[in-house]
Nanobody, 119 residues
Framework: QVQLVESGGGLVQPGGSLRLSCAAS????????MGWYRQAPGKQRELVAT???????NYADSVKGRFTISRDNAKNTVYLRMNSLKPEDTAVYYC?????????????WGQGTQVTVSS
């Protein structure tokens, strides 16, 4: 059984910063690409940033230059540092990881963490 547990969300003023964490646990043979997605009320879930097992990153245009994704392979954890936050960044943020277990390889999702940017 594999679990992804996110933490670090909350309420922050515009221009502020937050760091999200997502830790994978369970019977993991290999942790491949990891990423962050977000879903605002009434909108579709969208990609925020991804990082491969070797550290290659990809960002949505809307967050480039403000957000940084990183990972600690020893801890099976991915992070999202969010700076210069804007009200339009308000959403539930979900962690995603492609994980190989004894039953095969598939994508897993965390439960989500709320980020609210408001004065």
């Amino acid at each position: 059984q594999v679990q992804l547990v996110e933490s670090g969300g909350g309420l922050v003023q515009p221009g502020g910063s937050l760091r999200l964490s997502c830790a994978a646990s369970g019977s993991i043979f290999r942790l491949n690409a990891m990423g962050w997605y977000r879903q605002a009320p009434g909108k579709q879930r969208e990609l925020v940033a991804t990082i491969t097992s070797s550290g290659n990153t990809n960002y949505a245009d809307s967050v480039k230059g403000r957000f940084t994704i990183s990972r600690d392979n020893a801890k099976n954890t991915v992070y999202l540092r969010m700076n210069s936050l804007k009200p339009e960044d308000t959403a539930v943020y979900y962690c995603n990881a492609e994980i190989r277990t004894f039953t095969g390889t598939k994508g897993y999702w965390g439960q989500g963490t709320q980020v609210t940017v408001s004065s």
